[in-house]
């Protein structure tokens, strides 16, 4: 009887640490501003509690309710459900929508990044309006990479996590493939021969062909001054002071500073 009383109260033990998990991580993703990662649940934790384990529950817990907890971008966050969306509209800030180019072009970065200007325009088939990239980058869908290492080394582009957060992606290869596409009807008739859609990839790394993107000389000009600010002496006003007031040498009085 006493090992079977030490067995259960060690039962209770663990589990209410991991119901004080659960109700830790519950109060740490309501009030995040952002997703938040398990690492930084896991910092939180008792002793012996697993992180993953904790959010399968709450994750479980919250799939009937009026807010689901997701997995986006390798983090996790509350969303409302999925059905009860459009019942929030007029209550929810309506973003700024994206035009066809831009969306378009976002498609052809998400699934082609690291990809240049030069080869947006290529697949597009038109000129890529200077604007568009301006839109997606200020709306954080889109970042800078790096440099192509070819004549003019131009920048390439790729997706952030702002993007899979936005279209509800846990990471970029969960995009949809082309049998995808056309089960959903977005190809009409028979997918041509020789028609792919290349697996997306949104490795950080730069790739063999990218250089890192240089500082701005601007950035570079104001960073040598201020250190140059640096290595100068700092002013001392008592010794100004004392110079001031000090007395001539030529004999006469000193001036006052009126």
């Known amino acids: 009887m006493p090992a079977m009383r030490v067995v259960s109260e060690a039962n209770d033990d663990a589990e209410r640490r991991f119901a004080q998990g659960v109700r830790i991580a519950e109060a740490m993703l309501f009030a995040a501003d952002a997703p938040l990662a398990a690492e930084e649940i896991a910092r939180r934790m008792p002793?012996?509690?697993?992180?993953?384990?904790?959010?399968?529950?709450?994750?479980?817990?919250?799939?009937?309710?009026?807010?689901?907890?997701?997995?986006?971008?390798?983090?996790?966050?509350?969303r409302t459900a999925p059905d009860l969306g459009h019942l929030l509209l007029k209550e929810s800030e309506q973003a700024r929508k994206l035009s066809r180019a831009a969306l378009e072009t976002l498609a052809i970065i998400a699934y082609h990044q690291p990809v240049t200007r030069a080869e947006i325009e290529a697949l597009r088939g038109v000129s890529a309006n200077k604007g568009t990239l301006d839109v997606l980058l200020e709306a954080g869908f889109v970042r800078l990479r790096g440099r192509r290492r070819t004549p003019g080394r131009p920048v390439t582009f790729g997706t952030t996590e702002g993007f899979l957060v936005q279209f509800g992606l846990d990471r970029i290869s969960d995009l949809p493939g082309l049998d995808d596409i056309a089960g959903a009807g977005l190809v009409e008739g028979q997918v041509p021969a020789g028609l792919g859609i290349p697996l997306p990839t949104d490795d950080p790394a730069l790739r063999a062909d990218e250089d890192p993107l240089e500082?701005?000389?601007?950035?570079?000009?104001?960073?040598?001054?201020?250190?140059?600010?640096?290595?100068?002496?700092?002013?001392?006003?008592?010794?100004?002071?004392?110079?001031?007031?000090?007395?001539?040498?030529?004999?006469?009085?000193?001036?006052?500073?009126?």
């Not at 009937?64 to 390798?74: D, M, Q, S």
């Not at 950035?219 to 000090?246: I, W, Y």
Request: proline share 9%; hydrophobic share 40%; no cysteine.
């Open 47 to 78: 002793n012996g509690v697993e992180a993953e384990a904790v959010l399968g529950e709450l994750e479980r817990l919250y799939r009937p309710r009026g807010v689901n907890l997701l997995r986006l971008a390798g983090k996790w966050m509350f």
């Open 215 to 258: 500082p701005d000389l601007f950035d570079l000009m104001t960073e040598a001054r201020l250190d140059a600010l640096a290595e100068e002496a700092p002013l001392d006003p008592d010794g100004l002071d004392a110079q001031d007031n000090a007395p001539p040498t030529d004999g006469t009085e000193p001036r006052g500073r009126g």
